[in-house]
């Protein structure tokens, strides 16, 4: 069974930073591509970036919004992908899901969400 | 990047067809065939529903069905169910990233 749960999730004060982790299992970790996606509340879903596998080149490209604050990783040898978030806004704030990629441009298997906060 | 345009909204008695509609332009949904849809219920995790425009992944109903023409892509529900009330998202390729519709809430009446 596929299982995908994130964490790292809280309250943040603007312009700090936060790391969200997301463990996977039940699938071949190494070949996944990984992307994280965000729900601001009361919003609709917002992609946020992606990473391919490290045999692809462990390429990212992110979203405009994002670019150059936030950060994605991983660690194959733990099956966990991770969003290093910095320079925290409060427009940031959202539920962040991780998911797998079934294909290069669509995401099967999703996670619970964990929740970010940005406010003073 | 902007969002596609989805309808807020759509309505259906059970039973129904319905369709959703989701406008994009010549960067994205018009140039490639990777428009996906997801169903999202509220507090759960958003479900893949069809993948490059009209693909079902395997256990995806095949009540589920996409299209495209030009740069508007379609989800069309055949046979509505009470749990089909969700919120419906499609999403494209552009440019090494991926961009949402604004997301449309259906109601099964």
């Known amino acids: 069974e596929v299982q995908v749960v994130e964490s790292g999730g809280g309250l943040v004060k603007p312009g700090g930073s936060l790391r969200l982790s997301c463990v996977a299992s039940g699938f071949t970790f190494t070949n996944a591509w990984m992307s994280w996606v965000r729900q601001a509340p009361g919003k609709g879903l917002q992609w946020v970036g992606r990473i391919i596998s490290q045999l692809g080149g462990g390429t990212t490209d992110y979203a405009a919004p994002v670019k150059g604050r936030f950060t994605i990783s991983r660690d194959d040898s733990k099956n966990t992908v991770y969003l290093e978030m910095n320079s925290l806004k409060a427009e940031d704030t959202a539920i962040y899901y991780c998911?797998?990629?079934?294909?290069?441009?669509?995401?099967?298997?999703w996670g619970q969400g964990t929740l970010v906060t940005v406010s003073s | 990047q902007s969002a596609l345009t989805q309808p807020a909204s759509v309505s259906g008695s059970p039973g129904q067809s319905i369709t959703i509609s989701c406008t994009g332009t010549s960067s994205d949904v018009d140039d490639f065939n990777y428009v996906s849809w997801y169903q999202h219920h509220p507090g759960k995790a958003p479900r893949l529903m069809i993948y490059?425009?009209?693909n079902r992944p395997s256990g995806v109903s095949n009540r589920f069905s996409g299209s495209k023409s030009g740069n508007t892509a379609s989800l069309t529900i055949s046979g509505l169910q009470a749990e089909d009330e969700a919120h419906y998202y499609c999403s494209s390729y552009t440019s090494n990233t991926l961009v949402f519709g604004g997301g449309t809430k259906l109601t099964v009446l």
């Open positions: 490059e425009v009209s």
């Open positions: 998911s797998t990629h079934h294909t290069a441009t669509s995401m099967i298997y």
